[in-house]
């Protein structure tokens, strides 16, 4: 079994800067492609950022691109997304998720594995 445990979410003003993690434990060795999708209440999840188990190849969502930043640190097992010039629109509870394919989509089902999230608020 995989787990993915977030962490770094929080309050911050529009403009600002956040960094979230995502630490993997367990059968590590199953996870390749890792990412984050996010939700807002009433509405559903969203792709934000994936990225291969090497790096490589990165895909962000059009609305963070520019603004986002995926990357991975395979030592220690943890996916990182950076969130600068935060606007209040990227309000919402950030989910990380992994597969066993080293495939990115921007597609929940794609995803075998999901975090139980981290709330990140950015206040006008």
């Known amino acids: 079994q995989v787990q993915l445990v977030e962490s770094g979410g929080g309050l911050v003003q529009a403009g600002g800067s956040l960094r979230l993690a995502c630490a993997v434990s367990g059968r590590t060795f199953q996870v390749y492609a890792m990412g984050w999708f996010r939700q807002t209440p009433g509405k559903e999840r969203e792709f934000v950022a994936g990225?291969?188990?090497?790096?490589?190849?990165?895909d962000y969502a059009d609305s963070v691109r520019g603004r986002f930043t995926i990357s991975r640190d395979n030592l220690k097992n943890t996916v990182y997304l950076q969130g600068n010039s935060l606007k209040p629109e990227d309000t919402a509870v950030y989910y990380c998720?992994?597969?066993?394919?080293?495939?990115?989509?921007?597609?929940?089902?794609?995803?075998?594995?999901w975090g139980q999230g981290t709330q990140v608020t950015v206040s006008s």
């Open positions: 990225i291969s188990i090497n790096g490589r190849n990165i």
């Open positions: 998720v992994a597969n066993r394919e080293n495939q990115i989509a921007r597609t929940e089902g794609t995803y075998d594995y």
